[in-house]
């Protein structure tokens, strides 16, 4: 947990505006994901990137973006927060065939 | 769920007994992990197995992997109340090249 980092741990927020959820790690993995999870519930990834420049979407339809301009960033990017968007949002890396590494999430409550 | 399922949904033992949880999948994969979570966290790797291999341990962690049966048990022996989390397995897809998460299983350990 201690080598990929998200800001802000906790996010309270008011409908329309635009959020940026910060992720870094620093272990120099090619591979990132952003997963979405509700409480008590299954993780859901919504983007995924496998090196600079590269980004897709995941199985779960986000209205959210993501981009990859540095190996070690990977922000995601809310353009107009909604309450249905209220979730736990996490972030992870991995290489080859290992185990992801994740961080420690972002609580998103839009109201 | 889209790939995998955790058998039970809760699981509540005392400390010292053993914690077994189990999990199902539908198609092909290259490996199967665990994970655990602590409530309001990020996710912990914990083991992976292969879609060759059918049995590992790590401490007092010990998988099984029956891909005949699309299936996976989680055995911890000898629980402690710090065990207490819940633990969600996860398929590396044979076609796909990323992971799948299931529900998880909650489990509390009683001191």
Sequence with gaps: EADIYQTPRYLVIGTGKKITLECSQTMGHDKMYWYQQDPGMELHLIHYSYGVNSTEKGDLSSESTV????????????????????SQYLCASSEGEGGYTFGSGTRLTVV | SQQGEEDPQALSIQEGENATMNCSYKTSINNLQWYRQNSGRGLVHLILIRSNEREKHSGRLRVTLDTSKKSSSLLITASRAADTASYFCATDLQYGNKLVFGAGTILRVKS
Excluded: K, Q, V
């Design chain 1, 67 to 86: 981009s990859r301009i540095r190996t070690e960033h990977f922000p995601l990017t809310l353009e107009s927060a909604r309450p249905s968007h209220t």
